[in-house]
């Protein structure tokens, strides 16, 4: 890809979708525009060895979702991290309540991981290990849009599911 269109004219034409693409993927509010901001400067860097020329906006939306993904397996993990199991945060600083709805959830999300198909199952899983798209989909013989377009249904069976399981009605209102 040569300089043209430059840098600006790209974000004034894309900017606000991707914003949009960062905050669909689960991205809280309060982190959209830094890693959609992560995202610009990945695209950036990578332009002239990663685009092919064809469909910059498409490219780009694939940058900011896996930005997305990346941000939330961090968090997740820092989450994991500090509350592994039920002697976690929670129990020590003496919230049994707290311990007790994260044991709950933790035993919900396991149990709906198990109701998905085997397919889902092991992207569900690869994804929370950190693996890419690409190295999910050489390992499953699938592209890297099936893997994603896999993993976009495996995460909206596991939020209904695990909310049906907990009784949640606040996102009744997404429905």
Same mark, same amino acid.
């Given at each position: 890809?040569?300089?043209?269109?430059?840098?600006?004219?790209?974000? &004034?034409? !894309? %900017? %606000?979708?991707?914003? /949009?693409?960062? #905050?669909?993927?689960?991205?809280?509010?309060?982190?959209? +525009? &830094?890693?959609?901001? +992560?995202?610009?400067? *990945?695209?950036?860097?990578?332009?002239?060895?990663?685009?092919?020329?064809?469909?910059?906006?498409?490219?780009?939306? +694939?940058?900011? /979702?896996?930005?997305?993904?990346?941000?939330?397996?961090?968090?997740?993990?820092? !989450?994991?991290?500090?509350?592994?199991?039920?002697? $976690?945060?929670?129990?020590? $600083?003496?919230?049994?309540?707290? #311990?007790?709805?994260?044991?709950?959830?933790?035993?919900?999300? /396991?149990?709906?991981?198990?109701?998905?198909?085997?397919?889902?199952?092991?992207?569900?899983?690869?994804?929370?290990?950190?693996? $890419? $798209?690409?190295?999910?989909? %050489?390992?499953?013989?699938?592209?890297? +849009?099936?893997?994603?377009?896999?993993?976009?249904? %495996? *995460?909206?069976?596991?939020?209904?599911?695990?909310?049906?399981?907990?009784? &949640? &009605?606040?996102?009744?209102?997404?429905?």
């Amino acid at each position: 890809m040569n300089d043209s269109p430059d840098f600006s004219a790209l974000y &004034d034409a !894309h %900017a %606000a979708m991707l914003l /949009r693409v960062v #905050a669909r993927a689960g991205v809280p509010t309060s982190a959209v +525009e &830094d890693v959609a901001a +992560e995202a610009w400067l *990945k695209a950036w860097a990578k332009r002239r060895t990663n685009f092919n020329g064809q469909n910059f906006q498409g490219w780009i939306c +694939e940058i900011a /979702r896996n930005q997305a993904m990346d941000w939330l397996r961090r968090k997740a993990n820092r !989450h994991v991290a500090l509350s592994p199991t039920t002697d $976690s945060a929670d129990t020590r $600083s003496g919230d049994p309540m707290n #311990a007790l709805l994260s044991q709950e959830s933790r035993a919900a999300f /396991r149990d709906c991981l198990g109701s998905l198909s085997e397919m889902r199952q092991a992207v569900v899983r690869a994804r929370l290990a950190g693996e $890419s $798209s690409a190295v999910i989909g %050489a390992e499953l013989g699938m592209t890297e +849009e099936q893997v994603n377009r896999q993993m976009h249904v %495996a *995460k909206e069976q596991l939020r209904r599911c695990v909310h049906g399981k907990l009784g &949640d &009605d606040s996102q009744a209102g997404d429905r």
